[in-house]
């Protein structure tokens, strides 16, 4: 009886962190845009963890070929819901503007990735 009773234990913490009992945190795509060579692309997206965390606001970048995951931890990344606009100078350099991120929201501001110029503007 022990036996069968760890088991059943064993088997819903597992469904509990697949996601079956506690919800995963979910990724809403808000805006994309290619470099002009389209070697790249920047996704602009929210990550919504549940009631008892934030939004977060990611800025991430790939190579165009690659397809979007949200697993990868983003080159820029503010708490909270913010619209961050993208606009590339060249094929090289990425411009980021942000009217209401707060210096105090910002946890992660790369200001390179692999050869792009990446710039933040509040």
């Not at 990724?27 to 965390?53: F, N, W």
């Not at 590339?88 to 501001?109: A, H, V």
């Amino acid at each position: 009886m022990l036996n069968r009773k760890l088991f059943l234990l064993t088997a819903v913490l597992a469904m509990g962190g697949c996601g079956v009992f506690w919800p995963r945190c979910g990724d809403q795509i808000k805006t994309e845009k290619a470099s002009p060579d389209l070697k790249y692309t920047a996704t602009v997206y929210e990550r919504d963890c549940g009631a008892t965390t934030d939004f977060s606001t990611i800025v991430n970048l790939r190579e165009s070929s690659v397809k979007f995951k949200g697993d990868d931890l983003g080159a820029v990344i503010v708490k909270g819901q913010h619209r961050i606009d993208l606009a590339w100078d060249g094929n090289t350099r990425l411009r980021l503007q942000c009217s209401d991120c707060r210096p105090e929201e910002i946890f992660k501001e790369e200001t390179r990735w692999k050869d792009v110029e990446i710039s933040l503007s509040r």
